[in-house]
Structure formats: structure tokens, C-alpha cells
């Protein structure tokens, strides 16, 4: 013992193996914390990852405080550069043009004097020297009309009224159907909330209905576009590849959560509202629909209900999975030739679609080079995540098997030029609803697209 201190050889054995042991089961535990935590920061990390680029979050997010944004994108095999916002190289501008015939005319002429003193009212015309058309709306006020009906008493005892004019209710006050129609357009159109709706028709026409008389028109309308409703959902049964999306929102004026599902075509868009159950799916997922489905490979679209269709994975949603693993995993080149050869198809399909209408499918020669960097990248990316430990591999584990298993739902769109390769069409149909705020719900509703 050294000033009170004992010294290590001076322990009694059993003593010594004990402390030891309690040093040990000490280490194990920091050991077992330090793996959770960094497994919990691995998680956060990921977390503060997604942005538009690696998953499905809008590109509205890709700002929030903390959220990094999309860096490190593809570029495509071709060699062009990152697809940009705005007009693309090639895509056709937009002027003012100049009419031929204008709806006003107004002339000026010169007046006053000239340098040398005389009027130039008396001066020679050389005729028009310069023209200038600007296009103007004529000032909106909104105007009250007053139809009085007059009654007739016959000879003969009886009284007769005039009839209402069309359009107008049997009520002292009313609005007319101009005003219910802009109130319409604007909020299932540009997905104006009420109050606001009813806020710009203040502005423009200088009368303000009432947020609950807005709010009515939806169901009125909803009533009214019943017919051509069913006439939408009848089409896309008949059509031979339909994208299918689902988003949250809140309706109504408690703001109760419900989904909005949306099955839709280049021409028509049809809308349910429900969650995100079986029971909601089986009703959404048109009964009578037999072609293809395109979809983000959410679990109730693969429903044993539903195996009497094709499908085709929303490209889109892969090659956003694949920047996650190309991200997560920045030395594997699996993810970026799997990407890239997604892209080269999606361009060989585009390619050969704008051809012409006798063309049914990519040519063999142009698809053969992308189909076999596709395969590889995905035999190599499953070689290299089997049997790996950890949250990331299995995810990206899980995606490279569906990409080996279901070939034939992931490049559909490659043998049959009828199917798009995204579901990006639904996506732009539900975007409205996602970036509305306050909107009632407007699950009755059917727009053509």
C-alpha cells in the first residue's frame, strides 16, 4: 500500500477477477450505447438527407432549415447536362404576336407648331409610320341587375306571372353564374382556398360572397360534373395504362386527415377521397380496369386483389432510391450505372415513341446496351449487399430485389410504348392538392385533364 492507496498486486485474487469483471460489463454497456447512438445518428443523418433528389419529398422542402439539397445528380450517358428549371434547349418560345386585326383602333397624329412656326394641322399625312398593339382587359365591376316580373289578371278570373329568366333562382338575391363560375375555376382549377377565393373576387369585382356560399359551390359543381364523373372513370377502365397516386390532406372544417387518390391519363383525372386502407383501395383501383397500372410500388397496389393487372414501377421513384444508395454508398458504382441505364431507356422510349405511332416498342439494338448495363449493375449491387449488416443495405437490398424479380414491372414501358415509365403525371394531378392550404374537400370532383 502506497499513501493509502492499494496496489494491484496487493489484491486478493477474487477481488481483482471481480473488478475486472465489473470493468468489462462496463466496457459492454458504453459499447452497446455507442452502437445505438450511432445508429441513431446514422438514422438522423438519413433523415435530414431526403430532399426531391434521393426520395419522394416535393421540392418545396428542399429548403426547410437543415435539409441538404439535391447535390451530386446523374448526368445522363449521353453526355447533355443536368435536366435545368425553366425553358429547355429546343422547346419552343413564346411571343406577343402581332394581330392582324385588332378590336380598337385609335389614331394620333402629330400637333402644334413646327420649328418654322406653322401648324402642323395643316401639315401633309404620310400615313401610319409605326404601330403598337398593347392588350388590355376592360375594368371589372361587378353590376346588380333587377328583373321584375309582372303578373296579368284575365277576364276570365285568373292570375299569370312572368317566368323566372334562365339562370336566375327563386330568391330576392342571388349571384349570378359568371361569379359562381369564376368561384368554381378558381378553387378547383388553381386551388384557391375559399376565403381567399372569395378575397380576389373583392379585389376584381368589388363585391365579396360569403366564405360558406363559396364553400357551397363545391358540392354544386360536385353535383352538376356527377355525370361526367362516371364518364371519366368509364374511360379509364377502357384505357390500357393508367397512373395511380395517393396523397394526405385535411378536409373540411375540422381538418380531418383523409387521402386523395387519383387515377389519371394525359386526358382525364379522376379523384377519390379516403385513406389508405384495403377497404379505400379496393373501390379505387377501377374494378373493371384490365391493362396497366403505374405506380410508386406502394405494398396495396401489389394486393393479391389486384393480380389480374400488369404493372409498371414508377422509374421516377427508382432512379430517386438509387441516388439514396449512390449517396449513402459514394464508392459503389452500382446505383449510378443502374440510374443512368433508367435513363437511357426512358430516352430510347421517348426517342422511339416520337417516331411515329407504328412504332410498339424500343428498338432491340437501341434498349440492348442500357438493358445489359441494367442487369449488371443489379447483379453487382446484389453481390456486393448480401449478407451485410445495418439499416442501409437492407433497404437497398430490398430495392435491388425488386429490380431483379420483377423485370418485367420495372422496364414494361420498354416493350410497350403505350406505357409511361413514370407515375409522374398523378403526381402533378395531386400537387395542387398537396401545396393548397384550408382547401374543403373536393372528393366529388372529376376534372379533365
Same mark, same amino acid.
Given at each position: 500500500?502506497?499513501?493509502?492507496?492499494?496496489?494491484?498486486?496487493?489484491?486478493?485474487?477474487?477481488?481483482?477477477?471481480? %473488478?475486472?469483471?465489473?470493468?468489462?460489463?462496463?466496457?459492454?454497456?458504453?459499447? =452497446?450505447?455507442?452502437? &445505438?447512438?450511432?445508429?441513431?445518428?446514422?438514422?438522423?443523418?438519413?433523415?435530414?438527407?431526403?430532399? *426531391?433528389?434521393?426520395?419522394?419529398?416535393?421540392? *418545396?422542402?428542399?429548403?426547410?432549415?437543415?435539409?441538404?439539397?439535391?447535390?451530386?445528380?446523374?448526368?445522363? =450517358?449521353?453526355?447533355?447536362?443536368?435536366?435545368?428549371?425553366?425553358?429547355?434547349?429546343? =422547346?419552343?418560345?413564346?411571343?406577343?404576336?402581332?394581330?392582324?386585326?385588332?378590336?380598337?383602333?385609335?389614331?394620333?397624329?402629330?400637333?402644334?407648331?413646327?420649328?418654322?412656326?406653322?401648324?402642323?394641322?395643316?401639315?401633309?399625312?404620310?400615313?401610319?409610320?409605326?404601330?403598337?398593339?398593347?392588350?388590355?382587359?376592360? &375594368?371589372?365591376?361587378?353590376?346588380?341587375?333587377?328583373?321584375?316580373?309582372?303578373?296579368?289578371?284575365?277576364?276570365?278570373?285568373?292570375?299569370?306571372?312572368?317566368?323566372?329568366?334562365?339562370?336566375?333562382?327563386?330568391?330576392?338575391? *342571388?349571384?349570378?353564374?359568371?361569379?359562381?363560375?369564376?368561384?368554381?375555376?378558381?378553387?378547383?382549377?388553381?386551388?384557391?382556398?375559399?376565403?381567399?377565393?372569395?378575397?380576389?373576387?373583392?379585389?376584381?369585382?368589388?363585391?365579396?360572397? %360569403?366564405?360558406?356560399?363559396?364553400?357551397?359551390?363545391?358540392?354544386?359543381?360536385?353535383?352538376?360534373?356527377?355525370?361526367?364523373?362516371?364518364?371519366?372513370?368509364?374511360?379509364?377502365?377502357?384505357?390500357?395504362?393508367? *397512373?395511380?397516386?395517393?396523397?394526405?390532406?385535411?378536409?373540411?372544417?375540422?381538418?380531418?386527415?383523409?387521402?386523395?387518390?387519383?387515377?389519371?391519363?394525359?386526358?382525364?383525372?379522376?379523384?377519390?377521397?379516403?385513406?389508405?386502407?384495403?377497404?379505400?383501395?379496393?373501390?379505387?383501383?377501377?374494378?373493371?380496369?384490365?391493362?396497366?397500372?403505374?405506380?410508386?410500388?406502394?405494398?396495396?397496389?401489389?394486393?393479391?386483389?389486384?393480380?389480374?393487372?400488369?404493372?409498371?414501377?414508377?422509374?421516377?421513384?427508382?432512379?430517386?432510391?438509387?441516388?439514396?444508395?449512390?449517396?449513402?454508398?459514394?464508392?459503389?458504382?452500382?446505383?449510378?450505372?443502374?440510374?443512368?441505364?433508367?435513363?437511357?431507356?426512358?430516352?430510347?422510349?421517348?426517342?422511339?415513341?416520337?417516331?411515329?405511332?407504328?412504332?410498339?416498342?424500343?428498338?432491340?439494338?437501341?434498349?440492348?446496351? =442500357?438493358?445489359?448495363?441494367?442487369?449488371?449493375?443489379?447483379?453487382?449491387?446484389?453481390?456486393?449487399?448480401?449478407?451485410? !449488416?445495418?439499416?442501409?443495405?437492407?433497404?437497398?437490398?430490398?430495392?435491388?430485389?425488386?429490380?431483379?424479380?420483377?423485370?418485367?414491372?420495372?422496364?414494361?414501358?420498354?416493350?410497350?410504348?403505350?406505357? !409511361?415509365?413514370?407515375?409522374?403525371?398523378?403526381?402533378?394531378?395531386?400537387?395542387?392538392?398537396?401545396?393548397?392550404?384550408?382547401?374543403?374537400?373536393?372528393?366529388?370532383?372529376?376534372?379533365?385533364?
Amino acid at each position: 500500500m502506497i499513501c493509502g492507496v492499494r496496489r494491484l498486486e496487493d489484491l486478493p485474487r477474487e477481488e481483482l477477477v471481480e %473488478s475486472l469483471r465489473r470493468a468489462l460489463a462496463e466496457n459492454e454497456e458504453l459499447k =452497446a450505447a455507442n452502437a &445505438e447512438l450511432s445508429e441513431r445518428l446514422a438514422k438522423l443523418e438519413r433523415l435530414v438527407s431526403r430532399n *426531391s433528389g434521393n426520395s419522394s419529398t416535393p421540392p *418545396s422542402k428542399d429548403d426547410d432549415l437543415g435539409r441538404k439539397p439535391p447535390v451530386g445528380r446523374v448526368k445522363p =450517358a449521353t453526355g447533355d447536362e443536368p435536366r435545368k428549371r425553366g425553358k429547355q434547349r429546343g =422547346a419552343p418560345g413564346f411571343h406577343m404576336a402581332f394581330k392582324p386585326v385588332a378590336d380598337e383602333y385609335h389614331s394620333y397624329r402629330p400637333a402644334g407648331t413646327c420649328e418654322c412656326g406653322r401648324d402642323l394641322a395643316d401639315a401633309r399625312d404620310l400615313g401610319v409610320v409605326a404601330r403598337h398593339q398593347q392588350t388590355e382587359i376592360p &375594368e371589372i365591376t361587378a353590376k346588380t341587375v333587377q328583373h321584375d316580373r309582372h303578373a296579368a289578371y284575365c277576364a276570365c278570373g285568373r292570375t299569370h306571372t312572368a317566368p323566372l329568366p334562365e339562370g336566375v333562382p327563386d330568391t330576392p338575391t *342571388s349571384f349570378g353564374p359568371n361569379l359562381v363560375t369564376w368561384c368554381v375555376y378558381l378553387m378547383v382549377v388553381h386551388s384557391i382556398p375559399v376565403e381567399r377565393c372569395a378575397d380576389i373576387l373583392e379585389s376584381l369585382t368589388g363585391t365579396r360572397p %360569403s366564405d360558406g356560399f363559396v364553400h357551397h359551390l363545391l358540392y354544386r359543381a360536385a353535383a352538376a360534373v356527377k355525370q361526367a364523373n362516371r364518364t371519366i372513370y368509364t374511360l379509364l377502365t377502357l384505357a390500357h395504362a393508367v *397512373s395511380v397516386d395517393e396523397t394526405p390532406l385535411r378536409v373540411g372544417p375540422k381538418k380531418v386527415k383523409k387521402y386523395l387518390l387519383v387515377a389519371c391519363t394525359e386526358l382525364y383525372t379522376w379523384f377519390m377521397l379516403g385513406d389508405r386502407s384495403l377497404t379505400t383501395f379496393r373501390k379505387f383501383i377501377l374494378p373493371d380496369l384490365t391493362g396497366v397500372i403505374v405506380h410508386d410500388r406502394y405494398c396495396n397496389y401489389d394486393n393479391v386483389d389486384f393480380a389480374h393487372l400488369a404493372h409498371q414501377l414508377c422509374a421516377q421513384h427508382l432512379i430517386r432510391d438509387l441516388e439514396d444508395a449512390a449517396e449513402c454508398s459514394p464508392t459503389a458504382t452500382w446505383p449510378v450505372q443502374i440510374q443512368r441505364a433508367l435513363k437511357d431507356l426512358i430516352h430510347a422510349a421517348n426517342t422511339a415513341r416520337a417516331a411515329g405511332p407504328e412504332a410498339t416498342s424500343v428498338p432491340a439494338a437501341l434498349a440492348a446496351p =442500357a438493358l445489359r448495363a441494367f442487369n449488371q449493375g443489379v447483379l453487382v449491387g446484389l453481390k456486393e449487399l448480401a449478407g451485410k !449488416p445495418g439499416d442501409r443495405p437492407a433497404d437497398f437490398l430490398a430495392l435491388l430485389t425488386v429490380l431483379h424479380t420483377r423485370p418485367g414491372d420495372v422496364l414494361r414501358f420498354v416493350t410497350d410504348l403505350r406505357v !409511361p415509365p413514370t407515375s409522374n403525371q398523378a403526381e402533378r394531378d395531386l400537387r395542387p392538392a398537396k401545396i393548397s392550404v384550408n382547401r374543403p374537400g373536393v372528393g366529388g370532383l372529376a376534372l379533365v385533364g
